[in-house]
Structures are given as structure tokens and as C-alpha cells.
Nanobody, 115 residues
Framework: QVQLVESGGGLVEPGGSLRLSCVAS????????MGWYRQAPGKQRELVAT???????NYAYSVKGRFTISRDNAKNTVYLQMNNLKPEDTAVYYC?????????WGQGTQVTVSS
């Protein structure tokens, strides 16, 4: 069984920063893709950023230049550094790990950007 636990969400003013963390535990294949997705009220879940076990990254256009994804393979942990946050970044942020035909999700952490 694989479990993902996110942390680091909260309330921040526009222009502020937050760092999200996600720790994965259980039987995880070493060659995997970890990523962050988000879902705003009334909208579909969307990709924010992904990173492979080899370090290749992919970002949604809306967050390029503001968000940075990274990972620590030894700790099975993925991070999302979010800078210059905007009100439209408000959403529940979910962590995901996937390999082959398997995919696992965390419970999500709320990020609210408001003055």
C-alpha cells in the first residue's frame, strides 16, 4: 500500500510564497513520476508540475517562472516552491506518484491566496 501525505498549505497574501511537501511511503517503484495537481472550486483538477525520478520537470504554463518542483529520492519526498502567488492559484493541491499503470494520490492541502 502506498500513502502520500501533503503539508505546507495555508493562507498567504498575493505576491507571497509557500512551500508544499509530500512524503510517500509504502511499496514505491524507484522509477516513478511525482507531481502536483490542483483543483479550484467548480473546476476540474489540473496539472501543476511533475518531476521524474531522473529529475526531468514539466510545468503548467500558468505557473512557469513562479513555481519550482523538486524531489529527494532518498526520502521519497516531492516539494513545490510557490513564489509570487496570485489569487487564481487558490485551490486544493494534491500530490501524486505514478509508475507503469499505478497511480496514487494524497488527500490534498488547501492553498488560499487572498489579501
Amino acid at each position: 500500500q502506498v500513502q502520500l501525505v501533503e503539508s505546507g498549505g495555508g493562507l498567504v497574501e498575493p505576491g507571497g510564497s509557500l512551500r508544499l511537501s509530500c512524503v510517500a511511503s509504502g511499496s514505491i517503484f524507484s522509477m516513478n513520476v511525482m507531481g502536483w495537481y490542483r483543483q479550484a472550486p467548480g473546476k476540474q483538477r489540473e496539472l501543476v508540475a511533475t518531476i521524474t525520478s531522473g529529475g526531468t520537470t514539466n510545468y503548467a504554463y500558468s505557473v512557469k517562472g513562479r513555481f519550482t518542483i523538486s524531489r529527494d529520492n532518498a526520502k521519497n519526498t516531492v516539494y513545490l516552491q510557490m513564489n509570487n502567488l496570485k489569487p487564481e492559484d487558490t485551490a486544493v493541491y494534491y500530490c501524486k506518484v505514478a509508475w507503469s499503470t499505478r497511480a496514487y494520490w494524497g488527500q490534498g492541502t488547501q492553498v488560499t491566496v487572498s489579501s
